[in-house]
């Protein structure tokens, strides 16, 4: 079975800092890797995906995200965190060779920029 | 170009009664997955459809139930109602290949009281 674990409910930062929010898989085959942002009554918006190559992936809104499979680590990162970041955030899992297209999700990080 | 859009955006039912969602796909997509998101949680993946046929399903019991029509729309059906089935129900779109991106909906929000 797969799972995503994002260890830490909330993440405070000041504006200007930077952000990153931590997550883990746990997976057998080649998993592929997604990070999407949910704003308060609305839908997720998707952000950036790792499916292979460079293990740094760039993202909307300046976010990335770093493949390390040692690690079986996926965290997302911005150099300079905005008040507008202020969001739930959700890393999900693919592996297409054993489930097809089912996105398995982490638990969700609250982000909390503060001015 | 028009996202994905779901309908309604809210629902308020009783225990026993049926529901159904509604889900147009972005544009030029052909594959719809439906996710069920409880207050506080990640979404879980209900089902799949593409070409007009379920494909996958996660781990839902029948009375959630699901179909596509000709045009790549979607509806989710639930039947006989649980007080746990109150949450927000997301469509995603994505075209075919298992390499593409999901693409989320807004989400229809059940409250079942």
């Known amino acids: 079975a797969q799972s995503v674990a994002q260890p830490e409910d909330q993440v405070n930062v000041a504006e200007g800092n930077p952000l990153t929010v931590k997550c883990t898989y746990s997976?057998?085959?080649?998993?592929?890797l997604f990070w999407y942002v949910q704003y308060p009554n609305r839908g997720l918006q998707f952000l950036l995906k790792y499916i292979t190559g460079d293990n740094l992936v760039k993202g909307s809104y300046g976010f990335e995200a770093e493949f390390n499979k040692s690690q079986t680590s996926f965290h997302l990162k911005k150099p300079s965190a905005l008040v507008s970041d202020s969001a739930l955030y959700f890393c999900a899992v693919r592996v297409p060779k054993l489930t097809g297209n089912k996105l398995t999700f982490g638990g969700g990080t609250r982000v909390l920029v503060k001015p | 170009d028009a996202g994905v859009t779901q309908s309604p955006t809210h629902l308020i039912k009783t225990r026993g009664q049926q529901v159904t969602l509604r889900c147009s796909p972005k544009s030029g997509h052909d594959t719809v997955s439906w996710y069920q998101q409880a207050l506080g949680q990640g979404p879980q993946f209900i089902f799949q459809y593409y070409e007009e046929e379920e494909r996958q399903r996660g781990n839902f019991p029948d009375r959630f139930s699901g179909h596509q029509f000709p045009n790549y729309s979607s509806e989710l059906n639930v039947n006989a109602l649980l007080l746990g089935d109150s949450a927000l129900y997301l469509c995603?779109?994505?075209?075919?290949?298992?390499?593409?991106?999901?693409?989320f909906g807004p989400g229809t929000r059940l409250l079942v009281l």
């Open positions: 997976v057998s085959g080649n998993p592929y």
């Open positions: 995603a779109s994505s075209l075919g290949s298992s390499q593409e991106t999901q693409y």
